[in-house]
């Protein structure tokens, strides 16, 4: 099935209802989805920002403030919020989305949210191709959140120039903390609630593995926020 050149057109013109039909047909695998995203292959740069961790560690406060910082530098932000799914509908339970409602007036920032559909390693299974179509919607920055990840799901490597892993303080030992799988993706670790006991020795536990780690850890940031 084509694509309607009613919805091809205002994809192109930069309508947001359009990019918004245009996610659904590709989520749900529709033969029209699928044309799509061959027209709009390779095109848009936008630079794309994973930010990964475990439930409740603070990924939608510290998205919710990266975007802010992106529109002060003028960029056209999307945001990818991967949540759980409903157990009952199967569709996503938003929570994300929620936390950063003070945007959605904003004509440059667009936020999706995907559910998981029971998929593994912290993304939806369209993720990758929903990320193809906001390139080439033009925006210049792209924050995936991913669901809540445990140990094993690195999937987040994959599509992001960048990975942020949050973590937070006394959230169990830092050593046994390090040999998780995704520990190895994180470009930057931020420890949030930073102002709350144990944040100082958090960073430091995570500066001294860096620093066993030698060459490979080269690059790699330990931040602390407080929001």
Do not use: N
Request: hydrophobic share 45%.
């Amino acid at each position: 099935m084509s694509i309607p050149e009613e919805l091809w057109r205002r994809f192109q013109e930069g309508d947001p209802r359009a990019l918004a039909r245009a996610l659904t047909l590709v989520e749900s695998g529709h033969p029209a989805g699928r044309e799509l995203l061959k027209r709009v292959r390779g095109k848009g740069r936008a630079k794309v920002v994973g930010v990964t961790g475990s439930p409740g560690a603070g990924k939608s406060t510290l998205t919710d403030r990266l975007i802010l910082e992106a529109r002060k530098r003028g960029e056209r932000v999307a945001v990818l919020a991967v949540d759980p799914s409903s157990p009952f509908s199967g569709g996503a339970i938003l929570g994300d989305r929620i936390r950063m409602m003070r945007h959605h007036q904003d004509p440059g920032v667009y936020i999706r949210s995907m559910a998981s559909r029971g998929a593994l390693g912290g993304l939806a299974g369209a993720t990758v191709a929903a990320l193809s179509l906001l390139e080439a919607f033009g925006f210049d920055r792209i924050f995936v959140e991913t669901v809540g990840v445990g140990q094993s799901e690195v999937d987040i490597a994959r599509v992001a120039d960048t990975t942020l892993l949050v973590l937070t303080p006394a959230a169990g030992d830092a050593v046994q903390a390090f040999k998780a799988g995704v520990m190895e993706i994180a470009d930057v670790f931020v420890v949030s609630k930073s102002d709350v006991a144990g944040a100082i020795q958090t960073r430091a536990d995570l500066l001294a593995l860096l620093r066993l780690r030698g060459p490979a850890a080269a690059g790699i940031c330990v931040l602390g926020t407080s929001v």
